[in-house]
């Protein structure tokens, strides 16, 4: 369901309007900051939505875009918010867990305007186990490969690690791991927990932050593993 052309009739006195799709968070987000606009408007449904949330933190702790207002909308006109940026309150549960189906946001060269609706992004939830086993923050540059994929490990545990990947993580998905030694590759099963777009700064590509809780990993291995690698 396409929301833009409800949400632009909506901000019709706004002056000249630039729409990107939901799917098109990187060039909007360059539109932002190449134009720097006086107004930022998102639809309710995306900022639900983890790319959403990821967008608003980023223009909101962005100091080229400070003066731009932050404006959050539903395409039906029902609700509009002004987003803090001093405010590190999160959302109700009811605008920030719950997905959106596809939507647009919108923007104008001295007025930027985008469509979704959620100032902060969900909570970021822990993996399940992890607390029953000592984590260790890991060395930068230390990786592993999840399906095939490469992720960068940043802390580890026997259960689990907490990635960052250019790969799409989802929660519940199953996925292979292989942990490179010296002497072999530990080969193993695991699930992600949870997982978190993120839009970090714009000379990097997005990534996707994740937890991923380990099947079937040897405990000793995995504990020799973290021991060489912690900080």
Known sequence: MNLTPSLCERL???GELLTFADTEPIQALQTILEQHPRLIVLERLFAATPRGAALINRIKNDPQVSQAEI????HTGDYTRVVSRGSGAAEPAAEVAVAAPASAFSAEPSTY????ATAEPPRQLDWHGT????RYRIRQGVEIQLDGNPASLVDLSVMGAQVISATILRPNQRVR??????EFVMRFR????WAKFELPKPTEPPRYRAGVEFADADPTAMDDYCSKHKL
Request: aromatic content about 0%; proline content about 4%; charged content about 30%.
């Open 12 to 14: 019709g006195d706004e």
């Open 113 to 116: 305007d985008g469509s979704v």
């Open 190 to 193: 695991g699930a992600v927990a």
């Open 71 to 74: 404006r959050v909308m539903s």
């Open 177 to 182: 791991i292989s942990v490179p030694t010296d």
């Open 131 to 134: 607390r029953r086993a000592a």
